[in-house]
T-cell receptor, first 116, second 116 residues
Framework: AQTVTQSQPEMSVQEAETVTLSCTYD???????LFWYKQPPSRQMILVIR??????QNATENRFSVNFQKAAKSFSLKISDSQLGDAAMYFC?????????????FGTGTRLKVLA | DGGITQSPKYLFRKEGQNVTLSCEQN?????MYWYRQDPGQGLRLIYY???????QKGDIAEGYSVSREKKESFPLTVTSAQKNPTAFYLC???????????????FGDGTRLSIL
């Protein structure tokens, strides 16, 4: 069974600085998708970025980028120029690309604090 | 705009009472999910459904029941057998298998359930 591990329960970053949140996963599959979600205090789940395992290029969305290391099964999220609005829980998630597989596997989350 | 509607936003349960949380989506998604989130914790999967009239247990199904009579609707009943139901409940949906599996889950705004 697949597992997703976020080893940092909490991180802090100074406003305008860069922070990296780590995520590792365990799978025997070769084709899958990875996602980062943000959950602000409002509790809404917001997609931040996604990565397809068959693509070597790291995904980027504005200030958010990932460092996807397939061999190491690592999928870290880098937030550049951190803003106060980035403060939230961040969840890493995995989904198999195989047919008939609909489950998403979530990590336990990292709480990010942004210091003014 | 398409989306997922959860109701009610807040719900209170008395001892020995069953309560039902509503989840409706107009995204034409095949799959729907229910998650439980405890304070400061990650998402735990209760039930999911890949198709109408079919659903599977997740990691913490005991004390809960679901139905999927329509593609758009996936209500969750918290039964009296669930001894610690106080939590935040999130409903999600996603497209099905194959190419569509790179699409992220979309979430409702959640229901907060408390014991009276």
């Amino acid at each position: 069974a697949q597992t997703v591990t976020q080893s940092q329960p909490e991180m802090s970053v100074q406003e305008a600085e860069t922070v990296t949140l780590s995520c590792t996963y365990d799978t025997s599959e070769s084709d899958y998708y990875l996602f980062w979600y943000k959950q602000p205090p409002s509790r809404q789940m917001i997609l931040v970025i996604r990565q397809e395992a068959y693509k070597q290029q790291n995904a980027t969305e504005n200030r958010f980028s990932v460092n996807f290391q397939k061999a190491a099964k690592s999928f870290s999220l880098k937030i550049s120029d951190s803003q106060l609005g980035d403060a939230a829980m961040y969840f890493c998630a995995y989904r198999s690309r195989g047919s008939g597989t609909y489950k998403y596997i979530f990590g336990t989350g990292t709480r990010l604090k942004v210091l003014a | 705009d398409g989306g997922i509607t959860q109701s009610p936003k807040y719900l209170f349960r008395k001892e020995g009472q069953n309560v039902t949380l509503s989840c409706e989506q107009n995204l034409n998604h095949d799959a729907m999910y229910w998650y439980r989130q405890d304070p400061g914790q990650g998402l735990r999967l209760i039930y999911y459904s890949q198709i109408v009239n079919d659903f599977q247990k997740g990691d913490i199904a005991e004390g809960y029941s679901v139905s999927r009579e329509k593609k758009e609707s996936f209500p969750l009943t918290v039964t009296s057998a669930q001894k610690n139901p106080t939590a935040f409940y999130l409903c999600a949906s996603s497209m099905g298998q194959g190419q569509a599996s790179n699409q992220p889950q979309q979430f409702g705004d959640g229901t907060r359930l408390s014991i009276l």
